[in-house]
Nanobody, 116 residues
Framework: QAQLVESGGGLVQAGGSLRLSCAAS????????MGWYHQAPGKQRDLVAA???????NYADSVKGRFTISRDNAKNTVYLQMNSLKPEDTAVYYC??????????WGQGTQVTVSS
């Protein structure tokens, strides 16, 4: 059974850092594109960063230069290093696996709260 489990969220002061992890199981992790999304209350879920199976990355303009996405295929895990956090980064962060053969899978989300 395919599963994604996020961890690493929490409460941090503005300017601080957090590292999110998303552990995958039950899927061919290495061939999928992994993405991090965030969703604030009352807002839509938006892409934060993504990394393809070949390691190509893209970022939302709002996080460029502050966030870094990476993956470890040996551990079936994708990471999101978040630096210089701002109150507007406060949201639930979800990871997503995309594979054209099997479709999409989502994690349950982890809360990130940045205090001013």
């Amino acid at each position: 059974q395919a599963q994604l489990v996020e961890s690493g969220g929490g409460l941090v002061q503005a300017g601080g850092s957090l590292r999110l992890s998303c552990a995958a199981s039950g899927m061919r992790f290495s061939i999928g594109t992994m993405g991090w999304y965030h969703q604030a209350p009352g807002k839509q879920r938006d892409l934060v960063a993504a990394i393809t199976s070949s390691g190509s990355t893209n970022y939302a303009d709002s996080v460029k230069g502050r966030f870094t996405i990476s993956r470890d295929n040996a551990k079936n895990t994708v990471y999101l290093q978040m630096n210089s956090l701002k109150p507007e980064d406060t949201a639930v962060y979800y990871c997503k696996y995309t594979n054209w053969l099997t479709g999409d899978y989502w994690g349950q989300g982890t809360q990130v709260t940045v205090s001013s």
